[in-house]
């Protein structure tokens, strides 16, 4: 079984400011890591994954996360935030190969509010 | 491009009704999974189908029927509605080759709320 544990439900920040989401991870099996952004009253999109490869992984819009075995996190990092950044976050799991079937074990999510 | 669509988006019930919560996909995705996404709780697993004739219980399956008669739809039913129901339901759908890579494209959601 896997679990997710998000470790900040809210973080504030100011624009331009750079801004770190944590997240921890459990699992007996190698798993696939994930972060879905949710903007107000809409559906989740990805945002980025690690599957395999390099631990470092980027987003179109300058997010970036470390895959680190050692710690079993997959912290969500961004230099320099816009206001258009505020949203919820979600980090998610998901078994490795063919035990996978669809299925998505996610955190309870980070709110990230960007002030001006 | 429609994806995944849910419908209604807002619904209220009252206590002890019952309705059934549509999603379609037209991404011919072989997997479909309903959450609910409660504060602080994240989204938890309700029900999913890794094809048409397939279902089985996610994580919080009490109170919650399925089915799966053709790819495209994977309505949710509430058997009998409960205040604790009172949450946003996703439908979210896979194709056969991305649980591989976990990508899942989610509907709008659908907020439900049970007097």
């Known amino acids: 079984a896997q679990s997710v544990t998000q470790l900040d439900s809210q973080v504030p920040v100011f624009e331009e400011a750079p801004v770190e989401l944590r997240c921890n991870y459990s699992?007996?099996?190698?798993?696939?890591l994930f972060w879905y952004v949710q903007y107000p009253n809409q559906g989740l999109q990805l945002l980025l994954k690690?599957?395999?490869?390099?631990?470092l992984v980027e987003s179109i819009n300058g997010f970036e996360a470390e895959f680190n075995k050692s710690q079993t996190s997959f912290h969500l990092r961004k230099p320099s935030v816009h206001i258009s950044d505020t949203a919820e976050y979600f980090c998610a799991v998901s078994p490795y190969g063919s035990s996978n079937t669809g299925k998505l074990i996610f955190g309870q999510g980070t709110t990230l509010q960007v002030k001006p | 491009n429609a994806g995944v669509t849910q419908t209604p988006k807002f619904q209220v019930l009252k206590t002890g009704q019952s309705m059934t919560l549509q999603c379609a996909q037209d991404?011919?995705?072989?997997?479909m999974s309903w959450y609910r996404q409660d504060p602080g709780m994240g989204l938890r697993l309700i029900h999913y189908s890794v094809g048409a004739g397939i279902t089985d219980q996610g994580e919080v399956p009490n109170g919650y029927n399925v089915s799966r008669s053709t790819t495209e739809d994977f309505p949710l039913r509430l058997l009998s509605a409960a205040p604790s129901q009172t949450s946003v339901y996703f439908c979210?759908?896979?194709?056969?080759?991305?649980?591989?890579?976990?990508?899942?494209?989610f509907g709008e959601g659908s907020r439900l709320t049970v007097l």
């Open positions: 690690y599957l395999s490869g390099s631990t």
């Open positions: 699992s007996s099996v190698s798993v696939y």
């Open positions: 979210a759908s896979s194709s056969i080759t991305s649980p591989n890579t976990g990508e899942l494209f």
């Open positions: 991404m011919n995705h072989e997997y």
